[in-house]
């Protein structure tokens, strides 16, 4: 949410282009402060919510201070304290004929992964970028989702996933897991997802 990601994918990309979405305002001005004081000129950041419908999405925000942890509410109860409306985006329509379709895509969004996935179908099917996403099992559940769908969903791609354990910890302790449409994840974990066909090169420990 401060755009620590957005800021080293500018710097690996120094040729090339890079779209940040932040749905919070808070965070929003973080990111573009960030930017700024990173000279990444090559982000082009967009304060909006990435799902599969367009339109209108709230969240609720507690206090006044930014967090990574801001969800998007589901259903249509009434207004709650603090809630805070914003623009939802798909990524198929934003990538529209006018832009390159994005190479690789980080992704972490507190339990509306299988949405922002509905959303970009197209840039799947055409594009097949390399994923990185963040899980949130418990989460997805409450959009009506599990990680049993989301990776059949990938699958159905054409895509290979491997589990990234330990991804917080030392890098030497890092283990690359392989996933199936079957594959039980409990707990928030990264997923690496690259199409098959170029797939070979993923190292493994099992």
Known sequence: NLGWYTCIASKCLPTGVVYGFEMDDLNFDLLHRNLELNSANN???HHAAVSDTEGTVSYVRSGSNPSPF???KQGTGGPASGTVS???ITLDRFFDDTKTLPDVMKIDVEGAEFSVLKGMTRILREQQPVLFLEIHPTYLKRFGSSTKELLAFLIGFGYRIVQIESMREDEQAL???P??????IES???LYAVPQ???SGIGVRV
């Open 86 to 88: 914003v623009k939802s």
């Open 43 to 45: 982000v082009q950041a």
């Open 188 to 190: 928030n974990d990264m």
């Open 197 to 199: 066909s170029s797939a």
């Open 179 to 184: 996933l199936t449409a079957n594959s039980v």
């Open 70 to 72: 801001f969800q998007m």
């Open 175 to 177: 283990q690359l897991t």
